[in-house]
């Protein structure tokens, strides 16, 4: 067995302490690694400014956003190139709203001249000729659908658009007995369309209306009458019949006529085929039985005036 003396074991320990002056001393939640950090990402990270990560939302137009404040009933508005604010909204003409009288009846649409209303009483009046109906959503101006007046009591004398506005109006009558109260027309009893048209209109007492009215019980009849400065002339009825126009027979058998009679309206009436001058109207040819005595030739010499017929 062979062992170090004293100067072996001191060049012993002086190379085991070169190695552990060299180890890299443990850290307490750290493994060791074989990612090296390199000299290029040192350089790199160094060359990154202070802050240059640090987001600024552009303040510049069009990159700003909906301002803070604002209150119940303003609007966002104007202020600079791009930027706005809040404020109250001074617009007079955007206010659209609807209302109904009852729950049966159309809604009326409104149009008000001022956006801070309260009520909707003197502008309702404005937008009297547009209605909405409820169930579709229809909007209409007022005459342009026929308007219910089933059961009420109405005298039609009063539709006369004397007020000129608006220019037509349309109604119905839907049965037969609901137009027990309604007077001044012509036909009672039965469900009926009545149309009334502005065809002229210079004032309230200068103005010409037209009233055309429809019954379920005359089919071919229509009735018209006039208002004229608030005086209503009768009905007159137009009684309508088959358009196909058939050309009726002259009375006289087909053929040949050497004359023939014709009325006014140039139709042929009468035909004939004379064989006597008489029957051609004739009346100053020589009869047939004449002789050659003194009443048709001069006994006697024969004067110039003779010859010339004198």
């Known amino acids: 067995m062979s062992y170090l003396d004293n100067d072996g074991l001191k060049q012993l320990y002086g190379k085991l302490m070169a190695r552990l002056n060299n180890k890299v001393d443990k850290v307490t939640g750290k493994g060791l690694s074989t990612n090296d950090f390199t000299t290029t990402l040192l350089n790199k990270l ?48 955007t206010k659209v709203t609807q209302t109904n009288t009852t729950g049966s009846a159309d809604y009326r649409m409104v149009l008000s001249g001022n956006a801070n209303d309260t009520t909707e009483t003197n502008t309702a009046r404005k937008s009297a000729n547009f209605l909405a109906n409820p169930a579709t959503g229809e909007f209409y101006a007022k005459g342009y659908r026929r308007i219910s007046i089933t059961g009420q009591t109405l005298d039609i004398n009063t539709l006369n658009l004397s007020a000129g506005a608006p220019c037509i109006m349309r109604y119905i009558q839907k049965t037969s007995g609901g137009a027990a109260n309604i007077t001044n027309i012509p036909v009672t009893g039965q469900p009926f369309l ?19 009215f429809r019954n379920a019980a005359n089919p071919a009849n229509e009735y018209v009458r006039f208002c004229t400065g608030g005086t209503w002339s009768n009905w007159v009825t137009r009684v309508f019949t088959d358009t196909k126009y058939t050309h009726p027979n002259s009375g006289v058998s087909a053929g040949t006529y050497k004359s023939v009679t014709v009325n006014a309206q140039g139709h042929v009436t009468g035909g004939s085929n004379p064989n006597t001058l008489a029957g051609y109207g004739i009346t100053d040819a020589a009869a047939k039985n004449h002789n050659h005595d003194g009443v048709y030739l001069k006994k006697g010499a024969i004067t110039w005036n003779d010859l010339k017929g004198s």
Request: charged fraction near 20%.
């Open 46 to 93: 160094n060359g990154i400014a202070d802050g240059a990560n640090k987001f600024i939302h552009p303040t510049a137009p069009g990159n700003k956003h909906i301002p803070a404040g604002g209150a119940s009933g303003q609007i966002l508005k104007w202020k600079a190139d791009g930027d706005a604010e809040w404020g109250a909204d001074s617009n007079s003409d």
């Open 194 to 212: 009545l149309d009334v048209e502005l065809i002229r209109w210079a004032s309230t007492t200068d103005y010409i209306t037209m009233q055309t």
